[in-house]
C-alpha cells in the first residue's frame, strides 16, 4: 500500500517561484511514476508534469515546459516540482500521483492537494 502528502503550496507574485514536494510511503519508491496534476476552481483536473522510475525520464505539459522542473529524491523518498515564472493562470490545487508498475502491485495514491495561488 502507498500514499502521498503534498506541501509546499502557498501565495506568491507573479513571476515568482514556489517548490512543491511530495512524499511517498511505501516501498519502491525508485520504481514509482510520480505525476503532478492540478485543478484550477471551475476546470477539470489537468496534467502538469511526470517522471518515471529512476532514473527517470520528464515529460511536462506545453503550458509549463520551459518553467516547471520536477526531480526526486529517492532516499528521502520524495518528488519535487520546481515552478518559476509563476503566472496568474498557474493558480490552482496542485495534486501528487504516485504509481508503482504491474510487477511491484500497481499500487496507486493520490494525495489531498496543495493550494497555489499567483497574483497579478
Known amino acids: 500500500q502507498v500514499s502521498v502528502v503534498e506541501s509546499g503550496g502557498g501565495l506568491v507574485q507573479a513571476g515568482g517561484s514556489l517548490r512543491l514536494s511530495c512524499v511517498f510511503s511505501?516501498?519502491?519508491?525508485?520504481?514509482?511514476?510520480v505525476s503532478w496534476f492540478r485543478q484550477a476552481p471551475g476546470k477539470e483536473r489537468e496534467f502538469v508534469a511526470h517522471i518515471t522510475e529512476t532514473p527517470g525520464s520528464e515529460y511536462f505539459a506545453d503550458s509549463v515546459r520551459g518553467r516547471f522542473m520536477i526531480f526526486r529524491n529517492n532516499p528521502k523518498n520524495t518528488a519535487y516540482l520546481q515552478m518559476n515564472k509563476l503566472k496568474p493562470e498557474d493558480t490552482a490545487v496542485y495534486y501528487c500521483?504516485?504509481?508503482?508498475?504491474?510487477?511491484?502491485?500497481?499500487?496507486?495514491?493520490w494525495g489531498r492537494g496543495t493550494q497555489v495561488t499567483v497574483s497579478s
Open positions: 500521483n504516485a504509481k508503482l508498475p504491474t510487477y511491484l502491485g500497481a499500487g496507486e495514491a
Open positions: 511505501g516501498r519502491s519508491f525508485s520504481e514509482a511514476t
